[in-house]
């Protein structure tokens, strides 16, 4: 079955740091990968994706790349900032018909410090 | 657009009862899942409607779980007989025609059972 493994948390870094969470995943065909960001108390919002093989997703300075070869997608940011602090999601929704129902990770919790 | 509400966003029980959530989708959104997240976990696939049929179920949506979404609007998600293992956060979300998986997430409703 489809499955995301991402590093475990908390992690905790001082402003202006660079991030990377890494993700990767197991599935059947070719997935459509994702992260989602929890910040606290709110909803789960789409932070960025990638739909193909070597597609990089961007936004709010995060970026991540779909690596078909080591089956991955880390997020990477080169500086954090105190609002960053939230939960991070890798996903993945894999071919399914018409479901594109979504498989998550456990989540990384990432706390930054002024 | 007001984006996907749910409702209650808090629920305490007690173990026996029967409960029912309410999602608002996004209007033009055709397709409508529900996720349940623990603690420490990310969101796990319950069930997903194109419009008003709910065309998959979670093997995680045991006999006391139903859901509906009549007339392709709200939906529902009723546990009937309730436990302490129910307790969890209940999430929709409800995504357009394509792209393929870009979901988008109410706040979810806290289903605390006692």
């Known amino acids: 079955g489809n499955s995301v493994t991402q590093m475990e948390g908390p992690v905790t870094l001082s402003e202006e740091a660079f991030l990377t969470i890494n993700c990767t995943y197991t599935?059947?065909?070719?997935?459509?990968l994702f992260w989602y960001v929890q910040y606290p108390g709110e909803g789960l919002q789409l932070l960025l994706k990638?739909?193909?093989?070597?597609d990089k997703g961007s936004n709010k300075g995060f970026e991540a790349t779909y690596r078909k070869e080591t089956t991955s997608f880390h997020l990477e940011k080169g500086s954090v900032q105190v609002s960053d602090s939230a939960v991070y999601f890798c996903?993945?929704?894999?071919?399914?018909?018409?479901?594109?129902?979504?498989?998550f990770g456990k989540g990384t919790l990432l706390t930054v410090n002024p | 657009d007001t984006g996907v509400s749910q409702d209650p966003r808090h629920k305490i029980t007690k173990r026996g009862q029967n409960v029912t959530f309410r999602c608002d989708p996004i209007?033009?959104?055709?397709?409508l899942y529900w996720y349940r997240q623990t603690l420490g976990q990310g969101p796990e696939f319950l069930t997903y409607f194109q419009n008003e049929a709910q065309l998959e179920k979670s093997r995680l949506l045991s006999d006391r779980f139903s859901a509906e979404r009549p007339k392709g609007s709200f939906s529902t998600l009723e546990i009937q007989r309730t436990e302490q293992g129910d307790s969890a956060m209940y999430l929709c979300?409800?995504?357009?025609?394509?792209?393929?998986?870009?979901?988008?997430f109410g706040q979810g409703t806290r289903l605390t059972v006692v």
């Open positions: 996903a993945l929704s894999a071919d399914g018909g018409s479901n594109y129902k979504l498989t």
């Open positions: 599935a059947t065909g070719y997935p459509s």
């Open positions: 209007s033009e959104h055709n397709r």
């Open positions: 990638a739909t193909k093989a070597d």
């Open positions: 979300a409800s995504s357009p025609q394509a792209p393929r998986g870009e979901a988008f």
